[in-house]
């Protein structure tokens, strides 16, 4: 399950940097008249080598954010320093006219190697748990070895949720809940 080939992984999978970022705008006024700016910001983009993929979310009541991914972090940041990105910011911040009232930015790097499984596993195609954890920080500095991961068996959950109280049951069918019961999967 670990893996340093995400060949078969969808597109965000592969990237190599993630942005995400918000602002929290002064009203709908400001939203709307992003409209333009924004649009040549995107198409920018994804014309650019690196760009992966991205995602618009929103949180009420005006507050828009990015999740972005990119190649690597070279790449993010030349988009970063692209015509319409400046241009989009420069609105956004200067000439005191309050468009936004706070903002945040914040880049990742992914690390070379991750975990994979099924059928974007691009080893073997395996659908299976890890055998140690990944260790912490503080175990590695103390030369621990990796913790074993306990395995639970879906038999002794099955037994475990037919104890609990009937409220405290999520409500839906037992196959529903652990889907890997239904292809033989232990």
Same mark, same amino acid.
């Given at each position: 399950?670990?893996?340093? +080939?995400?060949? #078969?992984?969808? =597109?965000? !999978?592969? %990237?190599?940097?993630?942005?995400?970022?918000?602002?929290?705008?002064? /009203?709908?006024?400001?939203?709307?008249?992003?409209?333009?700016?924004?649009?040549?910001?995107?198409?920018?983009?994804?014309?650019?080598?690196?760009?992966?993929?991205?995602?618009?979310?929103?949180?009420?009541?005006?507050?828009?954010?990015?999740?972005?991914?990119?190649?690597?972090? +070279?790449?993010? #940041?030349?988009? =970063?320093? !692209?015509? %319409?990105?400046?241009?989009?910011?420069?609105?956004?911040?200067?000439? /005191?006219?309050?468009?936004?009232?706070?903002?945040?930015?914040?880049?990742?790097?992914?690390?070379?190697?991750?975990?994979?499984?099924?059928?974007?596993?691009?080893?073997?195609?395996?659908?299976?748990?890890?055998?140690?954890?990944?260790?912490?920080?503080?175990?590695?500095?103390?030369?621990?070895?990796?913790?074993?991961?306990?395995?639970?068996?879906?038999?002794?959950?099955?037994?475990?949720?037919?104890?609990?109280?009937?409220?405290?049951?999520?409500?839906?069918?037992?196959?529903?809940?652990?889907?890997?019961?239904?292809?033989?999967?232990?």
């Amino acid at each position: 399950m670990r893996s340093t +080939d995400f060949s #078969l992984t969808p =597109a965000p !999978g592969q %990237a190599g940097a993630m942005f995400v970022g918000a602002t929290r705008y002064s /009203g709908l006024r400001a939203i709307i008249t992003l409209g333009p700016g924004y649009v040549r910001m995107v198409r920018e983009m994804r014309r650019m080598k690196g760009y992966v993929w991205h995602k618009v979310y929103w949180r009420f009541p005006f507050t828009l954010g990015t999740i972005a991914f990119f190649a690597d972090r +070279d790449e993010l #940041l030349k988009f =970063a320093r !692209g015509k %319409a990105h400046h241009e989009l910011m420069c609105w956004l911040t200067d000439e /005191g006219k309050g468009r936004a009232t706070g903002g945040w930015i914040r880049i990742y790097t992914a690390d070379a190697a991750g975990y994979t499984n099924g059928v974007w596993r691009a080893e073997d195609g395996a659908l299976s748990h890890v055998d140690t954890f990944e260790p912490l920080s503080t175990e590695l500095s103390a030369g621990r070895a990796p913790r074993p991961v306990k395995h639970v068996r879906h038999a002794k959950r099955r037994a475990r949720r037919s104890a609990e109280p009937r409220g405290a049951q999520s409500g839906t069918a037992p196959a529903a809940r652990c889907p890997e019961q239904l292809d033989g999967r232990p």
